[in-house]
């Protein structure tokens, strides 16, 4: 060997050391996530001290003001200075925008009946609610759940990581074994969506709490937030694309979703809490998982790859049944049901999703690019 070579190796060497140094060990602590309890706030604050009691007096009984029509019936479009004011020096204090998003709705929305029970839906409570009733209560929990089965396939991401960068194939094979169930796992928790949620209660009550005023044919000018700005502002309501988790299992995978859709998911990531946000921005600048297995040529890590995509595919396609169901069969028994003090959201939001996207064409679409990630035996 020349001194060329030798000089050439020892550069290589280098770089890749430097490569595993700025990559390993892929930790979830430094992105405050629990080993337990995955993105959900492990103990969120249940009362705020008293200077803030007048808020939480309305927050307890919001959704008895609005009924009753106590709490102000319409907004005309302006957020009262009073409101818009902490509402926005808080979330910027949160790095989240001033809008109702999922991390307020649910991660950090949760209370257990019983402190020692376990973490389930019939030992669970929301500590903030608004219209819906018990629809409602079910609807924020079924997510949370879904959120909690998460966790073990959130732990598998930084293992299926930490195995590329250490060429462990048997460590990489057990660690997507790992995130296969727990994204199934997902799916069973999404399924009792049918139990807990009225169809016509979402359609006419939940969704009008959860769009936001972009994309918003209701409300196509946005909102001014008085003493923020005099222009009209514009956000996203409530939606599960701004949930960390599917973000992070599609930038493990690899998967690559439309141009239309990539744009939506991007911006979905403005509603998420900073360190989630790099969580995912990590994964992304890691050693790509789906090139590795590619060049490993092995069999068994393609074929866990496979079903890790298409469990991720099987999860999206029961997330197109749920809204199918809860959007038309909701619409048609929200018209017959008559559910009084509400008539239910504007024409316009018939076949909008709460993030404001045209929800079918969306959901299908993330669908089938994601099946389209599977390696063929062919690759």
Not at 274 to 289: D, G, M, N, Q, T
Not at 329 to 341: E, I, N, S, V
Request: aromatic share 8%; glycine share 8%; proline share 6%.
């Amino acid at each position: 060997m020349d001194r060329f070579d030798v000089t050439s190796t020892a550069g290589d060497m280098e770089a890749q050391n430097m490569k595993l140094k700025k990559y390993s060990p892929f930790s979830l602590g430094k992105f405050h996530i629990s080993e337990d309890y995955g993105f959900l706030l492990p103990d969120p604050l249940k009362e705020l001290s008293h200077y803030y009691m007048p808020w939480m007096e309305i927050a307890s009984n919001l959704p008895l003001l609005i009924e009753s029509h106590q709490l102000r019936a319409t907004v005309d479009e302006v957020l009262p200075r009073n409101l818009a004011l902490p509402f926005v020096e808080v979330s910027r204090t949160l790095g989240l925008p001033p809008i109702l998003g999922h991390s307020d709705l649910v991660l950090m929305n949760w209370k257990k009946k019983d402190p020692d029970g376990p973490l389930e839906i019939r030992n669970l409570e929301t500590i903030v609610s608004f219209p819906g009733g018990e629809s409602l209560k079910g609807f924020i929990l079924v997510i949370l759940s879904v959120e909690k089965a998460a966790v073990p396939g959130i732990k598998a991401i930084a293992q299926v990581i930490n195995a590329v960068l250490q060429t462990s194939e048997d460590d990489l094979l057990q660690a997507l074994k790992q995130l296969r169930t727990s994204i199934a796992e997902m799916t069973k928790a999404l399924r009792q969506m049918h139990d807990y949620v009225d169809p016509a209660i979402f359609y006419a009550v939940i969704r009008i709490f959860l769009s936001g005023w972009k994309d918003n044919p209701a409300i196509p000018e946005g909102l001014i937030y008085e003493g923020v700005s005099e222009e009209p502002l514009k956000y996203s309501g409530g939606s599960t694309a701004q949930s960390t988790v599917f973000h992070a299992i599609d930038e493990l995978l690899g998967v690559c979703h439309s141009k239309e859709s990539t744009t939506f998911l991007h911006r979905m990531r403005e509603y998420m809490p900073p360190s989630h946000r790099a969580f995912i921005e990590e994964i992304h600048s890691a050693p790509p998982l789906r090139e590795h297995i590619l060049s490993s040529g092995s069999h068994l890590l393609r074929e866990a790859y496979n079903q890790c995509v298409e469990a991720l595919a099987e999860l999206r396609s029961h997330h197109i049944n749920i809204v199918a169901k809860y959007l038309l069969t909701g619409a048609a028994k929200a018209k017959d049901g008559g559910l009084g003090y509400l008539a239910g959201p504007p024409q316009a939001l018939a076949e909008r999703g709460t993030g404001g996207t045209a929800v079918f064409s969306f959901l299908k679409s993330v669908r089938d690019t994601t099946l389209g990630g599977i390696i063929d035996q062919c690759d």
